[in-house]
């Protein structure tokens, strides 16, 4: 499936992030979004996923549509951004085994082996009953990441994947996305850091940048005004 | 839906997950009523199923800042939004496993708390069956101002504000039960109502929550 990204705009803060933004992204393809830092990259994988209100345009993913029917494309896309969702009081195992529950994972022993395989792929067996409030950033990382491999999703929105990771866990990453790709994904990162996979291609934010940023209409400044308060 | 159920009362019987918090305030605010009021066991009984019910709502509003602000500020609120279950059917599952950690052990303290506040013997029951059936709108109520105050910083005041006026309908229902008993009078009417309260936020807290959780993504 290719996922396709029409004539989007978002505004955050009163201030257009960006706009005019179409690309379309073939199956099996890696892409990777590069731009200074504030120049949208994490916006726009949170738009694309349906998780920040977008101004204009939409994003299809096969027959799935943001503006039609947001879940399914929802349904379809595994996102790992700057948080990576893990609560500090549950073991690692147990972080584990309540994402894949809440991702629709049947709970048994075929879900437990799942965990074993994920956990020993990412190199946190040892930790698995460990809190995770004593990992550290790039174990959490990974953990963040183990979900990708856990619950398959054809979408990967990946945003900043490689921070934290040691030269190890990144050679990993660059493996499953390669991986992930041969069986027809569609991989997105942002990111500075050049990942051990080389990309099919790269979008830069520059292309999207609004215009005229300066001189947004008063509207817009409205609007912006409540999210402050808000 | 009832795997995120389980993990929020997993991560409220952890240590630091607050079960106590709720129960803790309960118990000291309804002894402190008791040493401030004095030894007037008739005025006190009085102002016993008024009193007990405030501080049912107080307490269960003390965990209702945290029901979405943990999960937004680690980022799992953005793995619920792209999970399977609906939105709506997440809002329940959290707001249940709130009223398990928070209205429910209240009610089960209830008796005790009757009895600190001498309240008479015949009231007990009813006290014990209007939480039950009154506790759960407060965390479903408390669901919808924890959705809409999502992203404030500090917003516990914002909340009270937003969500103790809604909470009035099972206040009064509930305390007047409580009250009737105590003087032999018919309580079946305010427990309809009250359990009416109840239902009718049921049916409506989970889409007014996710519609605010949907506005608040950022």
């Given at each position: 499936?290719d996922?396709?990204?029409?004539?989007?705009?978002?505004?955050?803060?009163?201030?257009?992030?960006?706009?005019?933004?179409s690309?379309?992204?073939?199956?099996?393809?890696?892409?990777?979004?590069?731009?200074?830092?504030?120049?949208?990259?994490?916006?726009?994988l949170?738009?694309?996923?349906?998780?920040v209100?977008?101004?204009?345009?939409?994003?299809?993913?096969?027959?799935?549509?943001?503006?039609?029917?947001?879940e399914?494309?929802?349904?379809?896309?595994?996102?790992?951004?700057?948080?990576?969702?893990?609560?500090?009081?549950?073991?690692?195992?147990?972080?584990?085994?309540?994402?894949?529950?809440?991702?629709?994972?049947?709970?048994?022993a075929?879900?437990?082996?799942?965990?074993?395989?994920?956990?020993?792929?990412?190199?946190?067996?040892?930790?698995?009953?460990?809190?995770?409030?004593?990992?550290?950033?790039?174990?959490?990382?990974?953990?963040?990441?183990s979900?990708?491999?856990?619950?398959?999703?054809?979408?990967?929105?990946?945003?900043?994947?490689?921070?934290?990771?040691?030269?190890?866990?990144n050679?990993?990453?660059?493996?499953?996305?390669?991986?992930?790709?041969?069986?027809?994904?569609?991989?997105?990162?942002?990111?500075?850091?050049?990942?051990?996979?080389?990309?099919?291609?790269?979008?830069?934010?520059?292309?999207?940048?609004?215009?005229?940023?300066?001189?947004?209409?008063?509207?817009?400044?409205?609007?912006?005004?409540?999210?402050?308060?808000? | 839906?009832?795997?995120?159920?389980?993990?929020?009362?997993?991560?409220?019987l952890?240590?630091?997950?607050?079960?106590?918090?709720?129960?803790?305030?309960?118990?000291i605010?309804?002894?402190l009523?008791?040493?401030?009021?004095?030894?007037?066991?008739a005025?006190?009984?009085?102002?016993?199923?008024?009193?007990?019910?405030?501080?049912?709502?107080?307490?269960?509003?003390?965990?209702l800042?945290?029901?979405?602000?943990?999960?937004?500020?680690?980022?799992?609120?953005?793995?619920?939004?792209?999970?399977?279950?609906p939105?709506?059917?997440?809002v329940?599952?959290?707001?249940?496993?709130?009223?398990?950690?928070?209205?429910?052990?209240?009610?089960?303290?209830?008796?005790?708390?009757g009895?600190?506040?001498?309240?008479?013997?015949?009231?007990?029951?009813?006290?014990?069956?209007?939480?039950?059936?009154g506790?759960?709108?407060?965390?479903?109520?408390?669901?919808?101002?924890?959705?809409?105050?999502?992203?404030?910083?500090?917003?516990?005041?914002l909340?009270?504000?937003?969500?103790?006026?809604?909470?009035?309908?099972?206040?009064?229902?509930?305390?007047?039960?409580?009250?009737?008993?105590?003087?032999?009078?018919e309580?079946?009417?305010?427990?309809?109502?009250?359990?009416?309260?109840?239902?009718?936020?049921?049916?409506?807290?989970?889409?007014?929550?996710?519609?605010?959780?949907?506005?608040?993504?950022?």
């Amino acid at each position: 499936m290719d996922l396709v990204v029409q004539d989007l705009a978002c505004v955050r803060g009163g201030r257009r992030v960006f706009a005019e933004t179409s690309f379309t992204l073939h199956r099996g393809e890696f892409t990777v979004l590069v731009g200074p830092n504030g120049s949208g990259k994490s916006t726009l994988l949170r738009a694309i996923a349906g998780l920040v209100p977008i101004e204009r345009g939409d994003v299809r993913f096969g027959d799935a549509s943001l503006r039609d029917d947001r879940e399914t494309l929802q349904e379809q896309i595994a996102y790992v951004g700057h948080l990576d969702g893990v609560k500090p009081a549950l073991t690692v195992r147990e972080n584990l085994r309540s994402w894949a529950r809440i991702s629709g994972a049947a709970a048994g022993a075929e879900l437990e082996r799942a965990l074993d395989e994920t956990l020993n792929r990412f190199h946190l067996s040892a930790l698995e009953d460990a809190p995770a409030a004593q990992c550290s950033a790039g174990q959490k990382r990974r953990l963040g990441l183990s979900r990708l491999v856990l619950h398959p999703r054809p979408l990967w929105l990946l945003d900043e994947p490689t921070v934290a990771l040691d030269t190890a866990a990144n050679e990993a990453l660059g493996a499953l996305i390669d991986a992930h790709r041969k069986t027809g994904g569609v991989v997105i990162a942002a990111t500075h850091a050049p990942l051990s996979v080389a990309p099919d291609r790269e979008l830069s934010m520059n292309a999207f940048a609004p215009v005229g940023a300066e001189e947004a209409d008063p509207f817009l400044e409205d609007a912006g005004d409540e999210e402050v308060w808000a | 839906m009832y795997a995120l159920f389980v993990r929020d009362l997993q991560l409220a019987l952890r240590l630091g997950g607050g079960l106590w918090n709720g129960l803790s305030f309960f118990v000291i605010a309804v002894a402190l009523l008791a040493f401030g009021v004095g030894p007037d066991a008739a005025l006190l009984a009085q102002i016993a199923p008024g009193g007990i019910w405030v501080f049912a709502l107080l307490a269960c509003l003390l965990s209702l800042d945290r029901l979405f602000q943990a999960d937004a500020e680690d980022g799992a609120l953005d793995l619920i939004v792209l999970s399977p279950t609906p939105l709506e059917g997440a809002v329940l599952a959290k707001a249940a496993a709130h009223w398990l950690t928070s209205g429910l052990p209240l009610t089960l303290f209830a008796p005790a708390a009757g009895v600190m506040l001498s309240l008479p013997p015949q009231s007990i029951g009813p006290l014990v069956a209007t939480l039950a059936i009154g506790t759960p709108a407060l965390s479903l109520i408390g669901a919808v101002g924890a959705a809409l105050t999502l992203g404030v910083r500090r917003g516990g005041l914002l909340l009270s504000v937003l969500v103790l006026p809604l909470y009035v309908p099972s206040l009064i229902f509930g305390a007047l039960a409580v009250r009737s008993s105590a003087v032999g009078l018919e309580i079946q009417a305010s427990l309809l109502m009250l359990g009416a309260t109840t239902l009718g936020c049921l049916a409506l807290a989970p889409f007014a929550a996710a519609a605010a959780l949907r506005i608040n993504q950022s």
